[in-house]
């Protein structure tokens, strides 16, 4: 059975003290999921302090974004070996805001997305169409595209490494949740997808939905056969809400 995951994107948010509350919260709102898993990916200079709070719990830690380079003259860039020292497991790669906000195409993407596996950590592969590009009738086109960006570097089987988290753009941090049935059609396409390329690795393949997921929608979503979690911005900085959200995975 192909595994189930809830990971909080914090974005720029948060602060000690506030990290460590929300922290505190979450860890004992989740202790008994197990076969479901939970992650929060954080701001680089919490992780330090992240990993010493949950390293003796069941959730994992990672980060929102690393470099596609191992080391060299990139001023105010972080390395996935470095992201290593600290114990992450997951590194999200080409989501939306880093996308359109700063600049990342498919390549560097891509790029990204190598580096993460060489590293040994698991990438978040972000992908998702605009409300125009909706609106034009090239959701699948654009989505097919990023995916194939990634697929042409690492090749299909590397999926069987990562997790891809599908958000179309005109539903992040804007409390426009996709409909179950709109998630569900896209989460299909995009396993029937890499099915033709690989049956078991799309099989096997956790896709998480993510879009303004709240602690009332996360149920109905994640009851969708191609739904496998999902990744959470605005309401993983609130604990009761996405304690709320992990615990809709085992429904
Ligand atoms: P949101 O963000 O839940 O606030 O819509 C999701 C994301 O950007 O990953």
Redesign the pocket.
């Known amino acids: 059975m192909r595994k189930k995951l809830v990971a909080g ?1 914090w974005k720029m948010h948060g602060n000690l003290a506030e990290n460590n509350d929300l922290l505190n919260a979450i860890i004992s709102g989740v202790t008994e999921l197990r076969s479901e898993s939970v992650a929060v990916c954080v701001p680089y200079p919490f992780i330090p302090s992240v990993q010493d709070k949950l390293k003796k719990t069941n959730i994992a830690w990672g980060a929102q974004n690393v470099s596609q380079y191992d080391k060299g003259a990139y001023t105010g860039e972080v390395s996935t070996t470095m992201l290593n020292d600290f114990g992450c497991s997951y590194v999200i790669v080409g ?1 939306s805001e880093r996308r359109t906000l700063f600049g990342e195409d498919s390549k560097i993407v891509a790029e990204k997305y190598v580096a993460v596996q060489k590293a040994g950590l698991t990438p978040i592969l972000c992908v998702g169409e605009t409300l125009e590009q909706r609106e034009a009738g090239t959701t699948e086109q654009v989505i097919g595209e990023q995916l194939n960006a990634v697929i042409a570097l690492a090749g299909v089987d590397s999926l069987s490494k990562a997790v891809i988290a599908y ?1 179309p753009v005109w ?3 804007t409390g426009k949740t996709a409909t179950p049935q709109q998630a569900q059609d896209i989460h299909s396409f995009i396993r029937s997808g890499i099915a033709t390329q690989n049956a078991s690795v799309a099989e096997n393949l956790t896709i998480q939905y ?4 709240k602690a009332n929608n996360a149920i109905e979503l994640f009851a969708m056969p191609d739904i496998d979690g999902g ?5 993983s900085l609130i604990a009761s809400d996405f304690i709320a959200i992990c615990h809709a995975m085992q429904n």
């Open positions: 994107n989501h958000e539903a992040i941090g993510g879009g303004s997921v990744l959470i911005g605005g309401a």
